[in-house]
């Protein structure tokens, strides 16, 4: 029991109706977002050139594009499943630029494995998984120090979430229904409280077609009154006054295959080497996790066998001097050690040739080249 | 589980407050407890199963005392604790000392892949100090294992820190289980955590992102001007840091009738490198003062303690040779104002003052540059071209100069530990503070991990 006196009541009483109005309003601009997953985009249709802007939505939104198209339309023949981290993983590295009814890329925000595992649950109940190759992208340790490996990040919609429940087998017990609600809540607390969201549900516009745009139509863009102010400015009136042609909205804009657009060299973030300094206190891998890491991709690739699809798990490298003895690192080799009927193609020892990064983790279109070579290789794509 | 997230602020901790109040007053601590081994456990079991095996030890070694001669029931009872806290904490750090082989060290991959404990130099010295209390016949040994852990593990003060003694909460841990009616001061406690998370998140996180956008260039590229705004983020950084979560924790403290010490007195305002130290993480600085510097003389070898003392503050707070230098840099800066100090005390207060902020703040880098990197930070800032700023802009500075108006130009006294008399018209108002705990809620996702969080 507790008691509280009259001047704390009156101060609580104010303190919980302000409170409360404004988490309301905050729940009510949020409810005014489209959801960009529903109808969904169709990247099929959109021209070779063209590119789907994303400037201005949230981290959901820009994701359920992806999510949308991924479940109204098939996937091709080859499909990634990963993070941003492949971003740049195009059709192109297969000689076959922008064909996206051979290769689509399905990144996703910073989706780990068991998000991932969600996804294609999801996608494989819709079947919409490719015909021949999903490939699933494990983030590098040594870029995150072990994040987004099979911690969560609140990425997929709470739907999404209970996908996982008919895998897992765990719906009459009862930590893992605890497990699950508060993850739900969770969820729906960092998509619904979030700053991001409240100011876009203010300022956002454009629907798909204002979206796509071909850059190489807009050489007249922007307008000159434009380019005379900031940088800064440029990209809040472009976004906020619908201007589709200024180049710096297009960062992250998406290819019809699904990858990331490359800018041009001068919009480049420099090349850092060991961006993650690999701080102890940071570290988001311990002992105990190669299990885990393990298990999930076990049940990854059990989705891509009970659809007789083969499924190949790709490590891509990170831009850093020799780290392999990290924590982290040596986690993720045993975790793979764990595994070894699961098809893994493990290129973390590309770490020292600065022509396959776009960016100190990411890998550059030329790296994709050289993973596409080795999958032809191994009698896996044509 | 970090006080700056969603998952605490809006189900961990409203779930806690209610269960605490309907329970019966005999089950209090329980819930107490066993939320605060929740809030704990997040962080992995293998932690949570040290942390609970450190608090058994300390719990039942404190009999042997009395009965065990003296120095063995000491070394005893710390043995477990400290145990941990080297195979955790300090194990890279000797390695690396002994440039140990890559054989030896995987004998040791159990600790090593183990993340470092959250808050484990903190309950790590809350259990020694009991253990030497009860050595010292200060205080009895706790016989109800269930306050003993309730002390231990209390969340608020679990993760960083204050430092607190037994003797300081027995009492209030007792009245917790004995009194059926509660008198909670809810108003100070939301103003509390209103305030630190808001500091935290626009203060604390805010500095650490603009230093990022210096510290990420290579040093050639940016000037003296940019080197110095660094350090003045810096400082912004750690200390907002430290003092928000500290906030957090009396705030946090309140909501469950338990009242926390203040860690942080203005050490900004300090007119000496000494008085900084006895307004900095105040509960550390006693605990090694009473446990550390007495015991060893005092006074009587000030300059060999002094230096021991800070040795072991800087250790503390990190395993690297860059803490051990930090701890040392401030041994020197209390000793050099102990030989000074006829001279240092006659200084204006605006000097003295402004004269030992520049200093504290020149050694915090180290708490983010190995030595090499921070002598070579030094010899830039001295050969670089000082005014051609690459980095930084104007709005940086009016940014910094409106945290220097806060730390210089107000007194907590007016607007955060005032008297409920003495109300502040914006602190104080019930409008201004769920404004305040809305938009932290709201921009949880700009913040980072405290930086104590593995300390």
Redesign the interface.
């Known amino acids: 029991?507790?008691?509280?006196?009259p001047?704390?009541r009156r101060?609580?009483l104010?303190?919980?109706a302000?409170?409360a109005l404004?988490?309301s309003g905050?729940v009510v601009l949020s409810l005014r977002l489209p959801s960009f997953r529903e109808p969904a985009f169709n990247f099929y249709a959109m021209q070779p050139g063209q590119i789907f802007n994303v400037y201005g939505l949230t981290r959901r939104q820009e994701g359920s594009v992806k999510l949308g198209f991924a479940e109204a339309y098939p996937a091709p023949e080859i499909a990634a499943y990963g993070n941003h981290i492949i971003a740049f993983f195009g059709a192109d590295a297969f000689g076959r630029p922008e064909d996206a009814e051979y290769f689509f890329n399905y990144y996703y925000a910073n989706l780990s494995l068991p998000e991932i595992r969600r996804y294609l649950l999801r996608v494989a109940q819709r079947n919409h998984l490719p015909k021949r190759l999903i490939l699933v992208q494990i983030t590098p340790p040594n870029a995150d120090n072990g994040g987004f490996i099979i911690d969560r990040g609140n990425e997929l919609p709470p739907d999404l979430l209970l996908s996982g429940r008919e895998d897992g087998g765990d719906s009459g017990r009862l930590l893992p229904m605890v497990a699950l609600s508060?993850e739900l809540?969770?969820n729906w607390?960092?998509e619904i409280?979030?700053?991001?969201t409240?100011i876009m549900s203010l300022f956002q516009h454009g629907d798909y077609e204002d979206r796509t745009l071909s850059p190489a139509n807009c050489h007249d863009n922007p307008p000159t009154w434009l380019r005379r102010l900031p940088i800064g400015l440029q990209t809040r009136l472009g976004t906020y006054g619908g201007l589709r042609c200024v180049p710096q909205l297009w960062s992250g804009a998406l290819r019809r295959d699904g990858s990331q657009l490359v800018l041009g060299p001068e919009k480049r973030t420099p090349l850092?080497q060991n961006e993650s300094a690999l701080k102890?206190?940071?570290?988001a891998l311990?002992?105990?996790d190669e299990q885990k890491i393990a298990q999930e991709m076990q049940a990854i690739d059990g989705i891509g066998r009970r659809h007789g699809v083969k499924v190949v798990f790709i490590v891509p490298p990170v831009y850093e001097t020799d780290r392999r003895?990290s924590?982290v690192n040596?986690?993720l080799d045993r975790a793979l050690a764990l595994a070894p009927d699961i098809a893994v193609v493990d290129h973390r020892a590309m770490h020292s040739d600065p022509s396959l990064f776009e960016g100190g983790i990411h890998a550059s279109p030329q790296y994709y080249r050289v993973l596409a070579e080795e999958l032809r290789q191994r009698g896996l794509v044509n | 589980m970090n006080f700056n997230s969603?998952?605490f602020l809006?189900?961990f901790l409203p779930i806690t407050f209610v269960a605490f109040?309907l329970v019966p007053m005999r089950l209090r601590l329980w819930v107490l407890v066993v939320a605060s081994l929740v809030f704990y456990g997040a962080s992995?079991p293998?932690v949570l199963v040290a942390f609970l095996i450190a608090i058994l030890w300390g719990y039942g070694t404190a009999f042997l005392f009395g009965r065990w001669p003296r120095a063995v029931a000491i070394v005893t009872a710390i043995s477990v604790p400290a145990l941990f806290l080297i195979m955790f904490k300090y194990l890279?750090f000797i390695l690396d000392t002994v440039q140990a082989q890559?054989e030896t060290r995987d004998h040791f991959?159990?600790f090593?892949?183990?993340?470092?404990p959250a808050g484990i130099s903190f309950y790590t010295f809350e259990i020694v100090s009991y253990s030497l209390d009860v050595a010292d016949k200060k205080i009895d040994p706790e016989r109800d294992l269930l306050r003993f852990t309730s002390f231990a593990t209390f969340f608020p003060h679990l993760i960083a820190g204050p430092i607190m003694r037994y003797a300081d909460l027995r009492q209030q841990l007792q009245a917790l289980s004995s009194k059926?009616?509660?008198?909670?001061?809810?108003?100070s406690a939301?103003k509390f955590l209103s305030i630190g998370l808001i500091f935290k998140i626009f203060v604390a996180d805010f500095s650490g992102t603009r230093v990022a956008k210096a510290s990420?260039l290579p040093l050639e590229q940016i000037s003296g001007i940019d080197q110095l705004t660094e350090i003045a983020f810096w400082s912004a950084q750690i200390y907002y840091d430290f003092w928000a979560y500290s906030v957090m924790a009396i705030g946090l403290g309140r909501l469950f009738c338990i009242e926390l010490p203040v860690n942080f007195r203005e050490p900004y305002l300090s007119r000496d490198p000494r008085e900084f130290w006895q307004r900095w993480h105040i509960t550390l600085s006693y605990w090694l003062r009473d446990y550390v510097y007495i015991r060893m003389g005092g006074r009587d070898s000030y300059v060999r303690n002094i230096l021991i003392v800070f040795a072991l503050v800087g250790l503390w707070h990190g395993a690297g040779w860059n803490f051990v230098a930090w701890g040392l840099y401030h041994a020197v800066l209390v000793i050099l104002y102990h030989v000074s100090a006829p001279a240092w005390d006659r200084l204006p207060r605006p000097i003295a003052v402004a004269a030992t902020f520049t200093l504290v703040s020149f050694g915090w880098p180290l708490f983010f540059l190995s030595l090499e990197k921070y002598v070579t930070f030094l010899g830039h800032l001295v050969t670089a071209a000082p005014w051609q700023t690459s980095v930084y802009r104007i709005y940086d500075w009016v940014y910094l100069a409106a945290v220097g108006v806060v730390i210089f130009g107000t007194r907590e006294r007016n607007w955060l530990y005032n008297e409920?008399s003495s109300r502040n018209l914006v602190t104080d108002s019930?409008?201004v503070?769920?404004?305040l705990?809305?938009i932290g809620?709201?921009?949880?996702?700009?913040s980072r991990?405290f930086i104590y969080?593995?300390f």
Do not use: C
Request: aromatic share 14%; net charge negative.
């Open positions: 029991m507790l008691t509280i006196e001047y704390q101060w609580l104010a303190f919980g302000t409170l404004l988490l905050a508060w809540v969770s607390l960092h409280l979030n700053y991001n409240v850092v102890e206190a940071d570290r311990q002992t105990g003895d924590v040596r986690i | 969603l998952e809006v189900l109040y992995g293998e890279g890559p991959w159990l090593f892949s183990i993340v470092l059926p009616v509660l008198k909670p001061n809810i108003v939301l990420d409920p019930s409008y503070a769920a404004f705990m809305f809620l709201l921009s949880i996702s700009l991990t969080f593995r």
